[in-house]
């Protein structure tokens, strides 16, 4: 099964849910690594992937 993209949560959620992902400092993605990692990286890989952006620099991922 493949994981649904952020655009694609968008089109199919009603304006709750969507009111309440973009209220979030973080896509809803878990950890992420805010030390290496801009958030509009972070909000795109999440768009076009369904993920959280890889962490660049090796530590371990986490939510600041």
Known sequence: MNKQTGLEFMRTAS????????SEEHPPVGSVHCDCTPCVR???EWLLTGTAAPCECGKEARHE
């Open 42 to 44: 972070c909000w795109l």
């Open 15 to 22: 304006a709750e849910e969507i009111a309440k992902v973009i």
